[in-house]
């Protein structure tokens, strides 16, 4: 077994140190100061400000073990366990517990093959039909797997590359801690696999079946600085050859109590900071280096010693190797990671390096477990909320907001006090900019979207001012009516759950064509329940050709010469013009005659054709659709602009989306407004297929409103925010965020709801005055056009 993870060996390949970076001789005499300064700017140059941890339960699956290391009370012996394992139901009780607390790791750390030293061992494995240990546990990962959907670390101890590859369909990572290469060392003296060439073994049999690893460093155990070295170069040298070393653990030796080394001294803390300055040194940068934060009373040294991840944090259960230290509060956690200028993230027990690339890294039984737990960074999922969804956000701004009033704890630089929290860091130096005037490209969006803790205030905080500024407090809505007149269609877009192929009656929803006399009477009923626009779009229908459009148009005029019609995707007109064979502005100044006022900029999705090529292959493509509405603006016609953002693609092409159609609004000035659109993912195929997340966080949604607002500076004045994604809780939010208008009432909002949301089908003037009036901002309803709706009679 392995410490933090806890104590844990190998035959195999013997280091040579000969990887190191920096002369092993240059680092032991280099003063601490200066390794740990050096230490900090390779963290800052490979992990910028961020430092994460794993939100995760401790399972120790049985606490009898073959070895007898000289620190350890993790190990006993059978006469002093209630039982040699813990059965299947006290696995899941601490599971589930755990996926109720939020944590998305099953940490199980286990004795090393204990069957091989207790006959209770071997017998209970028998009677319970399992041929060894880590049978037994490769069983109960994928127990609490599929029961829970944590996703289960396997930290077994020195395994052979048969036992590894058992456990990589169940675990989504595995680790050892190789714990020192010194073959002398006085507790391991009765631990036959604790030496160092059975641990190396284990070490680059995880490397070569391509399993993400985590290893470590005991630290003051009786072991030389030049052996630390010596063990962190191997290390090293294993992360060269496989690739697979995705953290190294650097855990200080306390002694305790009824132990072998009781009376040994503990790690100095000095020795501990020396020791991750010098791992930070050693390893490629890409490694991440942790400690444990329950291990040390002030983690600020540690900090300052170059870590860069605080290893798994348990809101539940107990560190079962170190019992009697116990986990910091995450509130501590992030306070002191705060303090230091960096920013906490919580991630999966597989880092995001891997997650991303899961052909590589994982067994196709743990895909989409990870998939299902990430962020677009390959982060795990902070909260509960999704779009569409009745989980209440995180409270990110405001009162109450995630960092409140103490943002930047200790810094000093509290958001709209003068300075900006994280002074120094990427985010607050684009914010900077931002503020001298300076237009964001997509590097810097990229880096907005990467905002965390304080630092989304602060990007709340800047755009919320740029609202203020570019169209003061009044918030708008419009009163309107969906018309979605059939959901048949030719397309396979893979998020879409609400178009139906014509003979796919099994699906959700049967297929409907609405008749062009309901049409009118839905016209009416809107007029004369107030609504001001019609929002015509629906499937493209196999018997549509580009007349049907101007069709449904006449029929929205025989019920109001006055409604404003906002109809017809840059898909649908792209669509009926090749129908008809005409050129497409020819064909819009048809509909425009006929009546049509503004385009909506769905069909959208991402405008960036990788993506484009996942979501929706036969789609339009970028170039397109913005050549779709900037033909509609040359005569003209309005639209907006949308994004369908949180299912498979990463910030980097939100960027594209926001400078591409930035750089049309440039040309024509002929968008009103810019609407996020998270993913709704409850009933989206490519969701139910497995194959993307379940849309953005709440973060991802709340920095979408925002990073918009500053993008879109001086080019499109208003940012919605859609009240049937985000909630009234998240709408709130975001008008706290840089949006201004809360989009229409949609009585029969139906294309959200066919997808899973469950915010309703319509919202009043009441339901929007109850977000906007406790803002102390008044809400005005507007026109399509952000006119004023003039009084009734
Ligand atoms: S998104 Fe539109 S084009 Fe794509 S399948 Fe759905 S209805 Fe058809």
């Not at 029969?748 to 109850?770: K, P, T, V, W, Y």
């Amino acid at each position: 077994m392995a410490s933090d993870d806890g104590p844990g060996q190998a035959g195999g390949a013997e280091a040579t140190g000969k990887v190191t970076a920096v002369a092993p001789d240059d680092l032991l005499e280099a003063t601490l100061a200066d390794l740990r300064a050096e230490a900090r700017s390779v963290r800052a140059r490979a992990h910028g400000n961020r430092v994460t941890y794993s939100p995760k339960v401790f399972i120790p699956l049985t606490m009898l073990c073959r070895d007898r290391c000289g620190y350890c009370t993790f190990a006993k012996p059978p006469a002093r366990v209630r039982s040699p394992y813990l059965s299947p139901d006290e696995v899941l009780t601490v599971a589930r517990a755990g996926a109720a607390a939020g944590c998305h790791e099953a940490l199980f750390t286990l004795g090393e093959a204990p069957e091989e030293r207790y006959g209770a061992a071997r017998t209970w494995l028998d009677e319970h039909g399992y041929g060894s240990t880590v049978d037994y546990l490769a069983a109960m990962c994928a127990l609490v797997r599929d029961e829970t959907g944590l996703l289960p670390h396997a930290n077994a101890g020195a395994l052979g590359e048969e036992d590894l590859a058992r456990l990589r369909p169940v675990a989504a990572s595995q680790g050892m801690m190789l714990e020192s290469l010194d073959p002398d060392l006085a507790c391991h003296r009765g631990a036959p696999d604790k030496t160092p060439a059975r641990r190396l073994s284990t070490l680059h049999g995880a490397g070569a079946l391509a399993i993400p690893f985590t290893t470590g460093v005991l630290v003051g155990i009786g072991e030389s600085r030049a052996e630390r070295v010596r063990t962190l170069a191997a290390i090293a040298e294993a992360q060269h050859l496989h690739g697979h070393v995705q953290e190294v653990i650097v855990q200080n030796f306390l002694p305790k109590p009824g132990t072998a080394m009781h009376d040994h001294p503990p790690c100095p803390p000095e020795e501990l900071w020396w020791t991750i300055a010098v791992a930070r040194l050693v390893l490629p940068p890409e490694v991440h280096v942790q400690a444990p934060p329950n291990l040390s009373d002030d983690l600020s040294p540690l900090l300052d010693s170059g870590l860069d991840d605080w290893g798994g944090v348990s809101p539940v259960t107990v560190d079962h190797v170190n019992p009697e230290r116990a986990w910091p509060a995450l509130h501590l956690l992030r306070e002191a990671t705060e303090a230091a200028g960096l920013t906490l993230a919580a991630r999966l027990t597989v880092y995001p390096e891997y997650a991303s690339q899961p052909e590589r890294w994982l067994d196709p039984a743990m895909r989409f477990p990870v998939l299902d737990r990430l962020d677009a960074e390959g982060l795990g999922r902070e909260d509960p909320w999704c779009s569409g969804g009745v989980a209440p956000p995180p409270p990110l701004v405001g009162p109450g907001g995630g960092v409140g009033p103490g943002a930047g704890v200790g810094s000093g630089a509290g958001v709209g006090s003068g300075g900006r929290a994280h002074d120094g860091g990427a985010v607050s130096a684009v914010l900077d900019g931002v503020d001298l005037g300076q237009e964001v490209g997509e590097d810097e969006i990229v880096t907005l979207f990467s905002a965390r803790g304080p630092e989304v205030r602060a990007v709340a905080e800047v755009a919320d001012q740029l609202r203020r500024d570019e169209v003061g407090d009044v918030v708008t809505w419009v009163a309107n009516r969906n018309i979605n007149y059939t959901n048949v269609c030719t397309f396979k877009c893979r998020f879409c759950a609400f178009s139906k192929g014509p003979l796919s009656l099994n699906l959700r929803g049967a297929p409907y064509l609405l008749e062009l006399g309901d049409i009118t009477e839905r016209v009416a009923e809107a007029e004369a329940a107030g609504a001001t626009e019609v929002c015509l779009q629906g499937g493209i229908h196999p018997s549509f050709d580009g007349d049907y459009y101007l069709e449904v148009i006449r029929a929205v005029r025989a019920a109001s010469d006055r409604i404003h019609i906002h109809g017809f995707t840059a898909l649908e007109v792209t669509e009926g013009a090749r129908r008809l064979g005409e050129p497409l502005v020819d064909y819009l100044s048809r509909l425009k005659e006929a009546g049509l006022a503004t385009l909506p900029g769905t069909a959208a999705e991402i405008l960036d054709d990788e993506v484009r090529a996942v979501l929706c292959p036969d789609k339009i493509n970028t170039e397109q659709w913005l050549d779709a509405h900037r033909a509609a603006h040359s005569i003209g016609l309005r639209s907006n602009v949308t994004i369908m953002f949180g299912s498979v693609e990463q910030p980097r092409s939100w960027a594209r989306h926001l400078v591409r159609t930035r750089a049309l609004q440039r040309e024509t000035s002929g968008f009103t407004e810019f609407v996020p659109l998270p993913f709704v993912h409850m009933a989206a195929p490519i969701y139910l297929q497995h194959k993307a997340r379940r849309g953005p966080t709440f973060r991802e949604t709340l920095l979408m409103h925002a990073v918009g607002r500053i993008a879109y500076r001086g080019s499109i004045p208003n940012i919605q925010t859609s009240w049937v994604k985000m909630g009234g809780a998240g709408a709130f939010q975001a008008l706290q965020a840089g949006a201004n208008d809360l989009g229409g009432t949609l009585m029969d909002e139906n294309i959200s709801r066919a997808a899973g949301a469950s915010h309703g089908q319509l919202m009043d003037e009441e339901g929007f005055r109850s977000l906007v009036e406790p803002l102390g901002r008044r809400l005005e309803q507007r026109t399509t056009l952000y006119g004023r709706v003039p009084a009734p009679c």
